[in-house]
């Protein structure tokens, strides 16, 4: 048991150096700017502040 | 030329490719009766079907699951038959079809972010984790990152790292939808449509969890495949 949990963590840190980090975080930052600009973009009733949440809405009685 | 269209393999190929074409039929017909119901793949909600067995419409989700049960089975034999051809086929859909539903879901949400914050949020689940803060940046970025990752994942080679995105996100989406359901919240996934001021409805949150659970594992699949284009799919591979 012991060497079958060490080798899944071999596999699982083997796979994540595999992976092209540069391109995953590369598209996540821009990800993240297209955000912002679409905030902005966004009509004032669409967009929403940049920290906060939103009310939560009270659940219907006839719910199914 | 690869392999599976030389002469002697042809017969084998165009038996694979139609028993994969019935199986993405099939698949199309699951998703459309589990997440899209009165589309013309939509069975359940056909009158001449309600006239005959009003109830029809509430088994659209055992129709759903049993279509993709059929696909499955359809596939298996495909791979078989051409094993080379069948993989490079299934390649090419998982990918057109998980990164193009990961495009069409992000559309709604990006033209409306307001709307997609409120929908977050009726999860509750940041505030259960005293991270209210973030509700909002979290439904303007999020997005972004469907819409992107679903298209690298047809246009670029990077099939690796968008599936590895993309199933995390789908993670994400089953703990949410699991979470809503264990609290009993009655909410709408919010995956595909944004409704008015409507956010509730406890149904929609279960199929979109079967859903997620089903496309959970091709996407995994792609997660663990060589980076090519999907062009480069069809090339034949270096010795």
Redesign the interface.
């Known amino acids: 048991m012991k060497e079958f949990i060490q080798k899944i963590k071999t596999d699982a840190l083997a796979y994540l150096k595999s992976l092209n980090w540069i391109v995953l975080l590369g598209i996540a930052a821009f990800c993240i700017v297209l955000a912002i600009i679409n905030n902005i973009r966004v009509e004032d009733s669409k967009s929403v502040d940049w920290i906060g949440s939103q009310e939560i809405l009270e659940k219907p009685a006839d719910i199914l | 030329m690869i392999d599976c269209f030389e002469k002697q393999n042809l017969k084998k190929t165009i038996i694979s490719g139609v028993l994969l074409l019935i199986a993405t039929f099939f698949v199309a017909v699951g998703v459309a009766e589990i997440s899209f119901p009165e589309t013309f793949l939509t069975f359940t909600d056909h009158e001449w079907l309600l006239d005959k067995w009003p109830k029809a419409y509430r088994y659209n989700i055992h129709v759903g699951v049993g279509a993709v049960i059929v696909a499955c089975a359809l596939i298996f034999p495909a791979i078989k038959i051409q094993k080379d051809f069948a993989i490079r086929a299934l390649e090419t859909l998982c990918r057109v079809g998980i990164g193009g539903m990961f495009i069409f879901a992000s559309i709604f949400k ?6 997609f ?2 929908l ?3 999860y ?1 689940f ?2 259960a984790l005293h991270l ?2 973030v ?3 979290f ?3 999020y ?3 469907e ?3 679903g298209l ?1 994942m047809i246009v670029s080679p ?1 099939v ?3 599936a ?2 993309i199933f995390w996100m789908f993670v994400s989406f089953i703990i949410a939808l699991a979470w809503a359901l264990w609290n009993d ?2 909410i709408t996934c919010g995956c595909f449509e944004l409704q008015d ?1 409507a ?5 929609e949150a279960w199929t979109s969890l079967i859903r997620d659970i089903i496309l959970i594992w091709p996407t995994l699949w792609l997660a ?1 495949r060589k ?1 090519k284009s999907l062009i480069g799919i069809w090339k034949k591979d270096k010795e």
Do not use: C, M, R, Y
């Open positions: 990006i033209q409306d972010p307001h709307q914050a409120t977050v949020a009726q509750q940041f505030s209210d803060f509700n909002n940046f439904s303007l970025v997005p972004q990152f819409l992107w990752f690298a990077f690796k790292e968008s590895f995105a919240l009655g001021g956010a509730h409805d406890k149904a663990f980076n």
